[in-house]
């Protein structure tokens, strides 16, 4: 069951119910249930807020007792919130458990660097249902996406800096997808892909599942190392190249304008095709997406292949993602997409060309969000793992820590026993190493983020000095 874990005073509920009454019909009580409905399914009353005294909101709102009295029987018998005597009411979900919101014997899942939904999608779902029934009179399959959500995106290259035409996106099923998709169609057996060291392990993964081999660049302290790529491009003749340049996973790093014009002009040379994921390039907490270096396609063009994804910085429920390429290379990827899947699904696709609509709107409050999370995680690790050295980054969604020991993976297994999941550096990296190295998401609301340090720092002390590896933490899922 739901316990409480947060508040939200009647003048926050005020503000955030707006004009309530439009919500439902003429029966004050049920626009009154509908209105902190649709604030319980859009996230921005998660489950386990406490709401106000019946009597306060009444007075807040200037309607009767009885009126606030009967909107709560409604939400009550939905089971979108529950009532004790002597405790109050709070929000809850009435079709299953909420991991994220229950006591804190739950575990904290710090292996996920993916952030709940980000606030309005419940009404943008809404708002599309009509065209939603207007493509009921259709097949249903759009080998390149639906034109509407086509369009946003190429909008928001264009805002960035690279104009661009609907015609060079892709929808796809996420930036995994996108990846796998370039892999499939553009290496083979045997070929090498440079990354960096470390990288998302999912991408290590995808390489390896389409039977490549990755070839891997150590980050430098300061960023990357453009001598070292020229010259393992020079020695390795990668086919492939993947880069995360816009806060980087997992260091929270992003290359500068001349460094992108430097490191597109030796994958020129070179002439190896490049993948830059920007799936975080909109996550920038301390300045504004649109004020950062230009996308890597605008200083080289067509050896550059950007994929980005609606799962950072709106939910990866969605699951979707795009790729940005020159128009034949666009065709291609169609093509080679039918062996794989059919295309996405249309009505994600309807609420995400929704959300962009307005999508700086939700995403200054998203970064607003995630950066008040990211303040909390540096002052605990300072205050309880005072050893542990990182930076803070930019932007981005988490933390590249460096322990004093080589104990990453036995912190990683031991940490599972005090109900919190995290992910080794050994897991950022193509060929292990990394142990003295822990990524640690700052996704969570902020008292899970204290609680799961508290606990890493009690896990730590307990395993530090002690000899080998507890076992194995492969097993641990990484997003």
């Known amino acids: 069951m739901t ?93 299953a458990p909420d991991r994220r919101w229950e006591a804190p014997d739950q575990p904290l899942d710090l292996a996920r660097a993916a952030p709940e939904a980000v606030a309005g999608i419940a009404p943008a779902m809404d708002a599309v249902r009509s065209r939603f029934a207007a493509e009921l009179a259709g097949h249903g399959y759009h080998d390149y996406g639906i034109d ?7 909008e928001r290259y264009t805002a960035r800096g690279l104009p661009t035409d609907p015609a060079e996106v892709l929808i796809t099923n996420g930036a995994h997808h996108a990846l796998a998709l370039v892999l499939r169609s553009m290496t083979g057996p045997g070929d090498r892909v440079l990354v960096e060291l470390p990288t998302y392990p999912n991408a290590i993964d995808a390489i390896k599942a389409a039977h490549a081999v990755p070839v891997a660049v150590p980050l430098l302290d ?45 994958l020129r040379r070179a002439r190896t095709p490049v993948v830059v994921d920007e799936t975080l390039v909109e996550l920038d907490l301390d300045g504004d997406p649109l004020d950062g270096p230009a996308p890597l396609p605008a200083f080289g063009g067509g050896l ?58 939700g995403l200054r409050a998203r970064r607003a969000q995630i950066a008040e999370r990211r303040n909390v995680l540096v002052a605990a690790l300072r205050e309880h793992c005072p050893t542990w050295e990182f930076e803070v980054p930019a932007g981005g969604l988490s933390l590249w820590c460096r322990l004093p020991e080589p104990i990453g993976t036995r912190v ?3 940490a599972q026993n005090h109900g919190v999941r995290v992910a080794p550096g050994s897991r950022f990296a193509a060929h292990g190493g990394l142990e003295r190295w822990l990524r640690l998401p ?4 902020e008292p899970h983020l204290v609680e799961a ?27």
């Not at 200037?62 to 009295?69: M, N």
């Open 3 to 95: 316990v409480p874990s947060g508040r939200v005073s009647r003048q926050q509920l005020v503000r955030l119910l707006g004009e309530w009454r439009a919500h439902g019909s003429r029966q004050g009580s049920t626009g009154l249930a509908a209105g902190i409905r649709l604030l319980v399914l859009d996230g921005q009353l998660p489950p386990g807020t406490l709401l106000p005294a019946e009597r306060e909101l009444a007075d807040a709102l200037s309607v009767s007792r009885t009126l606030v009295g009967t909107a709560w029987d409604l939400l009550r018998a939905d089971g979108l919130i529950v009532s004790r005597r002597g405790s109050g009411s709070w929000t809850a979900l009435p079709a």
């Open 148 to 154: 509407v959500l086509r369009e946003r995106i190429a």
């Open 222 to 266: 300061d960023g990357w190392d453009l001598r070292g790529i020229e010259a393992a491009l020079r020695q390795s003749a990668p086919r492939l190249a993947h880069f995360i340049i816009d806060f980087h996973n997992p260091t929270g790093r992003r290359l500068d304008a001349e460094g992108r014009s430097r490191l597109v002009s030796a």
């Open 304 to 361: 550059v292949i950007a994929v980005g994804s609606a799962s950072k910085s709106h939910w990866g429920g969605l699951r979707l993602g795009w790729v940005r390429a020159p128009e034949e290379v666009i065709g291609r990827l169609a093509a080679a997409r039918h062996a794989y899947d059919l295309g996405s699904p249309v009505f994600e696709q309807l609420v995400l060309a929704e959300l962009f609509a307005d999508q700086d709107a």
């Open 412 to 414: 990683a297994v031991t």
């Open 442 to 445: 700052y996704t969570l609301p």
């Open 453 to 479: 340090v508290r606990r890493l720092a009690v896990v730590a002390e307990s395993v530090t000095g002690s000899p080998g590896v507890s076992g194995p933490s492969g097993d641990i899922p990484v997003a």
